[in-house]
């Protein structure tokens, strides 16, 4: 199985922060990488795919990078709306796999 | 506008299966551009992918559950379902159903709402 490690697992932050989450693959997975927002009692919504392309509706403040084992998502400017968990998961191979999730919580 | 509903007995008895049905709402699973998938969540977790199922019956599965269990597509009802069989307290957990596409590298683009489903006598 391909493993995610997200960190960190838990990120305190004011609005209009700028927020980095670190994504690692336990083997290059290309660009086959994609992050996700999801807020309590609710399904995680699609925010990036393909590690940097903006999923459509998206606010730009959203962006990804990187390649092979290690990705980012950003947030610019943190806004009231954006404190959720994030995970990232990778559709590389099989298993499916998500990294273990980060929250972000109002400061 | 696409859209997905889990159904399906929120209460299961250790041992039995659980069996959940997702219907799809304003296109056709018949498509063979898409790929629909059962993920869950187990209260206060992270997100663990079950299988997967292609409109021509081909199937993949998470090794981790793959012997128990079955994922099928009823093109008929525009339904895909889940069986998960001989369950225990671990299975009790939120179950979203999802798509994914070649058009979004295969991320899951779309989910339902998500149906939770408790493992007790």
């Known amino acids: 199985d391909i493993q995610l490690t997200q960190s960190p697992s838990f990120l305190s932050a004011s609005v209009g922060d700028r927020v980095t989450i670190t994504c690692r693959a336990s083997?290059?997975?290309?660009?086959?990488l994609a992050w996700y927002q999801q807020k309590p009692g609710k399904a995680p919504k699609l925010l990036i795919y393909?590690?940097?392309t903006l999923q459509s509706g998206v606010p730009s403040r959203f962006s990804g990078s990187g390649s092979g084992t290690e990705f980012t998502l950003t947030i610019s400017s943190l806004q009231p709306e954006d404190f959720a968990t994030y995970y990232c998961?990778?559709?590389?191979?099989?298993?499916?796999?998500f990294g273990g999730g980060t929250k972000v919580e109002i400061k | 506008q696409v859209q997905l509903q889990e159904s399906g007995p929120g209460l299961v008895k250790p041992s039995q299966t659980l069996s959940l049905t997702c219907t799809v709402s304003?296109?056709?699973?018949?498509?063979?551009?898409?790929?629909w998938s059962w993920i869950r969540q187990p209260a206060g977790k992270g997100l663990e992918w079950i299988g997967r199922?292609?409109?021509?019956?081909?199937?993949n599965y998470n090794p981790s559950l793959k012997t128990r269990v079955t994922i099928s597509a009823d093109t008929s009802k525009n339904q895909f379902s889940l069986k998960l069989n001989s369950v225990t307290a671990a299975d009790t957990a939120v179950y979203y159903c999802?798509?994914?596409?070649?058009?979004?590298?295969?991320?899951?683009?779309?989910w339902g709402q998500g149906t939770m489903v408790t493992v007790s006598s």
């Open positions: 999802a798509r994914d596409s070649a058009d979004y590298l295969y991320a899951f683009d779309l």
């Open positions: 304003g296109g056709s699973i018949s498509s063979d551009s898409y790929y």
């Open positions: 199922i292609y409109i021509s019956g081909n199937t």
């Open positions: 083997q290059g997975i290309s660009n086959y």
């Open positions: 393909a590690a940097s």
């Open positions: 998961q990778q559709p590389n191979g099989y298993p499916r796999t």
